[in-house]
């Protein structure tokens, strides 16, 4: 959707009324400092201090928690909870954030309000605490609740059914006076989020996760299993088939999909530069999808408003985050989704041009006149910078780790390791500064560095390109004495297909993340600059300024935005993919191996086929297929 759309949905759905009825908990969250540790006189055992604690709704209540924070004034939850203090500060919790608690009864006996205790040890969490697991709802209590819910039904746009956990609310004969609710109200909508009954909501829309909704249809699943789109979109149908109400099945960071009379709506995973928490990010997509439908849109609108809110909120660490309305149209106004997930991380489903090495992965229904190509430079192009990621990697270890570098001990230094590496392959392509930014913050998020010792982006980038101004200006001087030639510092047959496209009277673009006056240099003193005729964009020292967004817009400004299949972007970055595939241009994603300046990185084929490459090639050794595929003669 567009951003005037979105940002309609998010004004429109403040409006609506929404029930829930469910399992309310709360999520404690403990926070402990061992050093402060002494050993119980009662008990010869070391306490564990707590030196900061929070507490947020959970189950139900994150739902309710979600659509607070949506600015939707009128929520109204139906549940049950203990005569204890873990109850009276989830109703305060609740009725400060504005949402009405009328309903929420006490029982006194067989009852304890459902809590979740995780304790945290530095940023570990130990063994969780749970209190409810021995609940037992009355038939008085369920009467109780069934009649509130009935005596507002009229006055609410749709209700949510919530059931996280066996000792809840749910009980059979709860959900048989629920059922006979839901009949007798055939036009008002009922959506049924439930763990272990959701066979049960005869009449109900309903949302589960793709597990969950292979164990319906009789698969044997873990609960690690992945389950390719093919299977998931048979057991969709199965389901729809079954219950004859549209359903959304989640699918993780593969996205999701809803289906109803009309058919299956797929909706994309959002790629996420910064650490996620999946904790609570089904009831973040129920509420923003519920949000939708109760403002009458329908489910495709539906499942990616919920996309956008689980996507806010799963990055929100140690806590069961909501999203706000300005959050959701940050996220969601110029989404970053993930393509193909399947094809990208299984070459098996490979399939090739022609029995060549060029991989097809969106075919294109017309012939193609592209007028205008852009062409990233390191890696696509320029191998003079290869090996930037063995700089850059080692150097955010330590700036993340500062003085415990040395002293850190095998499992910490993998973690960070491992967090750099995937932060690395997530930006490839971004301007260094905006990495460096990012830099900053994970060394923020870990905590090693004293706040006054941490450099901003600037700082950062400064100590990198010492580093790799080193690298890179040996190997300008091998090709300047005639140790090396211009083939031994670029991409195999690059420079050929550039020539050809030239020749073609096609206009060439080059961009980079790399500072824009390095760019222009290296592709001096490699010889193809002159093939641009001046345009030549880099990084100019503003995060806020992308080189590859601004070349793009300044095309699609000049041409118009119905000509776009008339420009073709080649690189090996997810962004320059992503921001052209956003367009609607042709994307051709090199998944090169920089080394050897020939052959495929499975890696980088991996993450340009989810940043939305239509092609996939190693290199450009297949030249004249290549040509041929685009229509270039």
């Not at 500072?515 to 001096?524: F, L, N, R, T």
């Not at 030549?536 to 967004?549: L, M, P, Q, R, S």
């Amino acid at each position: 959707m567009d951003a005037e759309l979105l940002k309609e949905i998010i004004d429109s759905i403040k409006s609506v009324k929404i029930a829930i009825t469910g399992d309310f908990c709360l999520d404690a969250y403990w926070f402990i400092d061992e050093s402060r540790s002494e050993i119980s006189v009662e008990t010869g055992h070391p306490t564990h201090p707590v030196y900061r604690q929070k507490y947020s709704p959970g189950g139900a209540g994150n739902v309710a928690n979600n659509l607070i924070a949506m600015e939707i004034s009128d929520i109204r939850v139906f549940g049950v909870i203990g005569a204890d203090p873990f109850g009276s500060e989830m109703v305060n919790i609740m009725k400060t954030a504005g949402i009405c608690t009328d309903n929420l009864l006490i029982q006194d006996e067989q009852w304890s309000t459902h809590v979740y205790i995780k304790p945290y040890i530095n940023d570990r969490e130990q063994s969780r605490i749970d209190f409810g697991n021995f609940n037992i709802l009355s038939n008085e209590t369920a009467d109780r609740l069934i009649n509130n819910l009935e005596n507002e039904i009229n006055d609410v746009d749709i209700i949510i059914v919530n059931q996280q956990v066996v000792s809840g609310i749910h009980t059979e004969y709860f959900r048989h006076k629920l059922t006979g609710l839901i009949t007798s109200f055939p036009d008002k909508i009922f959506i049924a989020d439930s763990r272990d009954f959701t066979h049960s909501y005869n009449g109900a829309y309903r949302k589960m996760n793709d597990i969950e909704a292979a164990l319906l249809c009789g698969e044997k699943k873990e609960s690690n299993d992945v389950i390719p789109f093919s299977e998931i979109k048979d057991v969709a149908e199965k389901l729809f088939q079954r219950y004859g109400k549209p359903l959304f099945i989640t699918r993780g960071i593969r996205g999701s999909l809803a289906i109803d009379e009309k058919g299956i709506v797929e909706t994309p995973g959002l790629m996420t530069l910064s650490q996620v928490d999946p904790v609570g990010a089904g009831d973040s997509y129920l509420a923003g999808t519920t949000a939708a439908l109760a403002a009458g849109y329908n489910i495709d609108i539906a499942a990616e408003l919920g996309t956008y809110v689980a996507g806010v909120t799963v990055q929100k660490l140690f806590q069961t985050g909501t999203a706000t309305p300005e959050e959701i149209f940050q996220t969601g106004h110029d989404p970053d989704f993930i393509y193909h997930p399947e094809i990208a991380e299984d070459t098996r489903q490979a399939k090739y041009f022609k029995k060549s090495e060029i991989e097809i992965i969106n075919r294109w229904e017309k012939s193609l006149n592209i007028q205008h190509a852009i062409f990233d430079n390191d890696g696509t192009i320029s191998t003079l910078r290869e090996g930037w990621e063995l700089i850059m990697g080692p150097m955010m270890v330590k700036a993340i780790l500062g003085e415990k570098y040395s002293e850190a001990d095998e499992t910490l230094f993998i973690k960070v390791k491992s967090r750099v590496n995937e932060f690395i392959s997530k930006t490839t392509g971004i301007q260094t500064l905006m990495q460096m930014k990012y830099l900053s913050e994970l060394v923020k998020e870990f905590g090693f560095v004293p706040a006054d010792q941490i450099l901003d982006e600037s700082g950062y980038k400064k100590i990198y390109n010492k580093e790799l101004m080193q690298m890179v200006k040996q190997r300008e001087e091998k090709l300047l004495c005639g140790e090396l030639v211009i083939e031994d510092l670029t991409l195999k047959n690059s420079v050929h297909f550039l020539k050809q496209l030239y020749d073609n009277g096609i206009k060439l673009y080059l961009t980079s993340g790399t500072d824009e006056a390095d760019v222009k240099h290296e592709s001096s003193v490699l010889g193809y600059d002159f093939l641009f005729e001046g345009r030549i964009y880099g990084a100019i020292g503003d995060v806020t300024k992308e080189a590859k967004k601004i070349v793009l817009d300044r095309i699609l400004d000049s041409i118009g935005e119905s000509e776009s299949r008339s420009i073709a972007t080649f690189g090996d970055g997810p962004v320059e993919i992503r921001e052209t595939h956003k367009r609607g241009g042709i994307t051709v994603g090199i998944a090169s191996n920089e080394l050897k300046r020939y052959g495929l990185n499975k890696v980088k084929r991996t993450r340009l086929i989810k940043a939305g490459a239509d092609v996939i090639i190693p290199d450009f050794s297949q030249l004249d297929l290549l040509l041929g595929l685009l229509n270039i003669r």
